[in-house]
């Protein structure tokens, strides 16, 4: 799914505008529609007290117009206009009158402040600005916003929370409503998935006002929300007649001494997406633990016993991940160095080949076009240097995938593959994964599936979104605390099975069952 800047949602209105012959106002109201059955299917005619916040562009234009709804179906509704301008939307003002028609009188709040109090049981609706924010609020809108902060209601954000940017850390933490949920209207917005920003909501869903598909089938995005469907068209069905050979030979190069249960999670997790073979390079002591620990995989040992100072490339294979536990022993770095000088096949580089390049930054260019990075943030920052926020991060994520021509996978919670200059962002994953191993799987993920074929971009958003899913699957009977990377492992092919699995269509009687209980 495309992640559109707030120039390309504008767009995309005034596009679906003339396309369909609608007015701006209409398409107002379907947003705000979208908005209250939200509220009513769950709120079914609680006289909870809803207090709407709104502004005076097209988001407090939706408040309004939600107000209205909510008014019409009697709810306790109180509006609060937070009169931060006075260039007010055309819509705001239609929607204004509409409210006046029903006798509905907001409040104007302005800077001479006089703010009714929330009690902690109530509901706000957010909707004070909305994506065509610009610059920080003023110090008394953000009394506003901390004055809602601090009530303790349930928060519900209009679009995107109040005081957030799209595309832009906030200066300070006090400008920003803090949301329980955001009912974000087509598109999600790129501050949902960053660390820095993604602290101001708890969840997320997408209503959908129907702009128009063709206009966003074309628009051109630095960034894509990678789900299902995304992943699902990526696969490669296994043919009848295909053998071992068809698959591909995975070389895993890594692991010291105490570390080669690092090589031990890769193999396997190359293994369980795919590769035809796997092989392994390790230092000697690795030989015994990985041929009892993996009978599938074949096992290649250094001449030195607790570490690698030298690789050796069987015949056939196809792609080599190289990094995890490999250490940054002396001898090592020599390896790498011999190695890479020679080296043409693609590579998956993690961990201490990450930390190798980064304190001899002249081999980076031994690196071949179409690689695989896959550093956590620290790794990444080794390699790049800080960053002042998430924005930058993402800046300095696009610019090293073009000046290697390799994919960057740079992980966290939304894990983000790069390649020309695309951010495609991860839907799956949750804090059990926050477990040591758990990047080793990936990274032996990422590996086995371009050994079968699939090229290295597709390789690694598939791998990513299956790492997710496969834990997200888990955590449902062991929970998030007993996720260990090898269960990540185990769950690959339950996560394979669930990309095909069709939802099943609910009972409309079970709808409003589940409706009920919420
Ligand atoms: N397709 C869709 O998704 C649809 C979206 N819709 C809704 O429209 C919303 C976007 O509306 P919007 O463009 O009117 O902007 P909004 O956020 O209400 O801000 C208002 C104005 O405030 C100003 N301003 C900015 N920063 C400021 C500041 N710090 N302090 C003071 N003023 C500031 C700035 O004007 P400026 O003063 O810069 O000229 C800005 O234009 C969107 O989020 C969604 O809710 C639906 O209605 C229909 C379909
Ligand atoms: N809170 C989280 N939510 C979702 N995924 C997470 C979270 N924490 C970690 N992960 C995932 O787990 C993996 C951790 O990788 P890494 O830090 O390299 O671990 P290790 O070095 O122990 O193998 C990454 O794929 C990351 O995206
Ligand atoms: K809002």
């Known amino acids: 799914m495309k992640i559109l800047s707030a120039k390309q949602v504008h767009e995309a209105d005034n596009f679906t505008i003339q396309k369909y012959g609608i007015t701006s106002d209409m398409l107002m109201e379907r947003a705000a529609d979208q908005v209250f059955n939200w509220i009513h299917s769950r709120l079914q005619g609680n006289p909870i007290k809803i207090h709407v916040f709104c502004g005076i562009g097209n988001n407090g234009g939706d408040g309004l117009a939600v107000a209205r709804m909510l008014k019409e179906h009697d709810y306790n509704v109180v509006v609060y206009v937070v009169n931060y301008s006075e260039k007010r939307s055309k819509d705001f003002l239609i929607n204004l009158d509409r409210l006046k028609e029903r006798k509905l009188w907001p409040e104007f709040i302005d800077e001479n402040l006089h703010l009714t109090s929330i009690g902690k049981d109530d509901v706000v609706i957010d ?45 300070s933490e006090e400008n920003v409503i803090k949301a329980d949920v955001v009912l974000s209207f087509q598109t999600p917005k790129l501050s949902f998935f960053l660390p820095e920003t993604a602290s101001y909501l708890n969840h997320w869903e997408l209503l959908d006002i129907g702009l128009d598909p063709e206009f966003i089938y074309n628009a051109p995005t630095e960034y894509q929300y990678i789900g299902k469907p995304e992943v699902a068209a990526l696969y490669r069905p296994r043919l009848k007649f295909s053998h071992k050979g068809t698959y591909g030979h995975a070389l895993i190069v890594g692991g010291s001494y105490g570390k080669i249960g690092a090589v031990q999670l890769a193999a396997k997790a190359t293994l369980t997406v795919g590769a035809g073979l796997v092989s392994t390079y390790v230092p ?42 490999l250490g940054l022993h002396d001898d090592t ?28 930054r002249q081999l980076l260019k031994l690196v071949p076009e179409g690689s695989v990075f896959t550093p956590h943030p620290k790794e990444f920052e080794r390699l790049v240097g800080t960053w002042s926020s998430d924005f930058e991060k993402l800046e300095k994520a696009k610019k090293f995938s073009a000046q290697t021509k390799s994919v960057l996978v740079l992980k966290g919670a939304h894990t983000i593959c ?101």
């Open 284 to 325: 000697a002591c690795g030989y015994m633990p990985l041929q009892t620990a993996l009978p599938e995989v074949m096992v290649i040992t250094d001449e030195q016993n607790k570490q690698i100072s030298a690789v050796e490339v069987p015949e056939k294979v196809n792609v080599i991940c190289l990094g995890m536990g």
């Open 333 to 360: 770095k020599i390896a790498l160095t011999n190695f890479l000088k020679k080296n043409k096949l693609p590579l998956a580089l993690d961990a201490d080949a990450l930390n190798l390049l980064s304190a001899n």
């Open 127 to 171: 909707a004070i600005f909305g994506i065509g924010l610009n610059r920080d609020p003023e110090p008394w809108v953000v009394k506003v916003l901390s004055h809602i902060n601090a009530s303790g209601a349930f928060v519900l954000s209009v679009d995107i929370p109040s005081g957030l940017f799209m595309e832009q850390a906030p200066s």
């Open 418 to 518: 790069f390649y020309n200059g695309v951010g495609y962002i991860n839907s799956t994953g949750n804090p059990g994964m926050a477990t040591g191993g758990s990047g080793d799987v990936l990274a032996g993920m990422v590996t086995g599936l371009i050994a079968q074929g699939y090229d290295v971009l597709a390789a690694s958003v598939m791998a990513t979104y299956l790492h997710g899913l496969s834990a997200d699957i888990a955590v449902t009977t062991i929970g998030y605390e007993a996720l260990t990377a090898s269960k990540i492992i185990e769950g690959i092919g339950a996560a394979f099975v669930e990309l095909f699995k069709r939802e099943q269509p609910q009972q409309q009687g079970q709808q409003q069952q589940e409706r009920a209980e919420q």
